[in-house]
């Protein structure tokens, strides 16, 4: 090696260095933010397209009859068999165990985001193969119908761990400061009964949001 | 009245004074060139010891939660496969490990005063290995340049006070052997200064697009936004490693359970 080169390796950064070392990692972090960046991307043109008020929405007199129907039994957000969807899904017959559950709203002040969580909290609902309905009430919850107690528990823990794996940005309301928030969780209440499975979801909540039981006890009684 | 009497220059001494003058101009640039050079690694090097130290670490750790489900997989499937593949993720767990905690990461925070920078130029122009007449001379220049550059990234001005004052009080800083020499003398550290200023446009071409430069450039541009793109990048690692861990325990656990 020549005396020049000796010079310029004490003068190269040491990501150029070692390609097999720090080099590795940073090549690493480039991958996965450039990863993200083209996911993000990805999810605002999907999320643009499915909007509440993308453009590409039709109005009510251009939709078919099948059209409307399908509107009123979806969440108008996360394309969820809406509350309405589970109320005729009860009329064929009761499940043997409910659950509800709530996204924990602390981390996004003001709702900020508030779509996007919901829609990748309905996407980890799917992944777990959970039978899912969400009620765009004031309380925004996310209700279930299962087979056993024990299957919805295992299957909204798996939904819970997905969810946990994805990132989020939101920005101060006031300061405009973006975060980057993960480990988004959300509670859930199991039952024998939707109305079990709510107080059970409250008490996990440690007693908050009592409106809702009244809100329950309306529907059913 | 005054008579001064001015001797005419010969040609040669012209033609010296000319390269001379040529020549000084040269070295400026050329110490600007390596100012400029030296401030972009200093701050490279800085920051890839910040991204190492933030987000390299957690990589690591993601790669030996990793390499210990891989473990447990090849213990409990026992194929050729597994195990193979619980080496490799071993293998990378340890490169990962040394990475994070290597000399990159004692880099701070660079921040370069005005008299540091000024330091520096001035090393740069007299020191430079490009102005070297021979061998010996080269061998000196270049043991101190590479000194002066690691004082410069770290800051220490009283270290480029030394390099220069050992520079100047070398007998090999002043020399002459006649005109026809000096003039040949010249002529070629112009030639080693023009050559050595084309290397440093192709280093700083190299430098700015490396990995890192590319990650700091993100960075930059994230920082505008109000954003901290090495914490948002250290928080979905830290998720990565909370599930692979998770993951980890849920299988043991199970390992254990089961006879």
Redesign the interface.
Known sequence: MSTDSNNAVVRALPSQLSPTHSGALVRRGLRDIEATEQSENKSTDQLARKSVSGIQRKRISEITEEEKYEELLTSYITRLPSFRAFLEKEQDGPATAYAVSTLDWELFPGGSQKEAVAIAKAEALRAAGLEAYHDQTPFDMFLYRGGSQEDLRAKLERAREILRTRTFETSERKTGVKRTVTEVGFTFGIGRSLTEADAADLRNQGGRNEGRAAHFLMLYR | MTTEIARRLSPEEEELAKKRAELDLLQGQLADRELYL?NL?AE??SF?GS??RQ??VL??ELDEWNAKLAELAAVANGSEEARSAATQARAQAA??R???Q???TK?KEFIASPELKSLYREVAKRVH?DLATDEED??QR?RL??EA??AYENGDAERLKAILHEYESSPDSVRGTGIAADLIRVLRQLKQVSSRLAQIED?ITS?VG???A??KA?AERAAT???D?L???A??????V??AR?QYESEAARKQTTP
């Open positions: 030296a690694r490279l090097a890839e991204y190492l987000v390299g990589y690591a490169e990962s040394a990475a994070s290597g000399e990159v880099h290995p080269r061998r270049e340049m590479t550059n690691r280093e430098v490396s990995d890192i590319k990650l993100k936004e109000g954003r793109l914490a948002e990048m928080a979905t690692v830290q998720s990565r909370n599930v998770r």
